[in-house]
Antibody, heavy 121, light 110 residues
Framework: EVQLVESGGGLVQPGGSLRLSCAAS????????MSWVRQAPGKGLEWVAV????????YYADSVKGRLTISRDNSQNTVFLEMNSLRVEDTATYYC??????????????WGQGTLVTVSS | QSVLTQPPAASGTPGQTVTISCSGS????????LNWHQQLPGAAPKVLIY???QRPSGVPDRFSGSKSGSSASLAISGLQSEDEGDYYC???????????FGGGTRLTVV
């Protein structure tokens, strides 16, 4: 079964750090682009970052550039989101998504179940 | 203010056909594929349509997508109560070098 399982969410203070993981199974992970998308409580979907398959080219939303970093470990079939200098407005459910191809431009075709990050003092 | 523009709400009665629009520009929908995502209440998003008009396995053919120029639409025929939820369009934007989403359309089956 093709599946994505996120983990690592939780409560963190403003200025703190957190590392999210997304474990993939059921497909040859290294060949596919992966994204992180977030959803603040009661709000719409906001794309955060994407990493290509293969060499791992990265792109970020302006709102997170310089604070959040996407990476992947193809040996572990896992994509990560390193979150630093967290702000209250980063509070959201974070979803990972698989793309249909290697390229960051290829469309997402599978979502995980999400992990909740709460930034609060 | 989302880069892709969707109506905030849509509604229909069981059995009807409802269409949801998504408007963008030449840097996103006009030059890249468009996809649609469904989010039912309390659930994670799910891909409904990818590459403008392709359905993943398991998505009923009641759902169909189309694209023309910098606009796209999602049609849901034979509307059912379980179709109630939020629908989002998304596309890659060449100018922003990132993915952009519409603000979402809340579908109500009355």
């Amino acid at each position: 079964e093709v599946q994505l399982v996120e983990s690592g969410g939780g409560l963190v203070q403003p200025g703190g750090s957190l590392r999210l993981s997304c474990a993939a199974s059921g497909f040859t992970f290294k060949f596919y682009g992966m994204s992180w998308v977030r959803q603040a409580p009661g709000k719409g979907l906001e794309w955060v970052a994407v990493i290509s398959g293969g060499v791992g080219t990265e792109y970020y939303a302006d709102s997170v550039k310089g604070r959040l970093t996407i990476s992947r470990d193809n040996s572990q079939n896992t994509v990560f989101l390193e979150m630093n200098s967290l702000r209250v407005e980063d509070t959201a459910t974070y979803y990972c998504a698989k793309h249909v191809g290697n390229s960051v431009v290829s469309t997402p075709d599978l979502w995980g179940q999400g992990t909740l990050v709460t930034v609060s003092s | 203010q989302s880069v892709l523009t969707q109506p905030p709400a849509a509604s229909g009665t069981p059995g009807q056909t409802v269409t949801i629009s998504c408007s963008g520009s030449s840097s996103n929908i006009g030059s890249n594929t468009l996809n649609w995502h469904q989010q039912l209440p309390g659930a994670a998003p799910k891909v409904l349509i990818y590459n403008n008009n392709q359905r993943p396995s398991g998505v009923p053919d009641r759902f169909s997508g189309s694209k023309s120029g910098s606009s796209a639409s999602l049609a849901i025929s034979g509307l059912q109560s379980e179709d109630e939820g939020d629908y989002y369009c998304a596309s890659w934007d060449d100018s922003l070098t990132g993915w952009v989403f519409g603000g979402g359309t809340r579908l109500t089956v009355v």
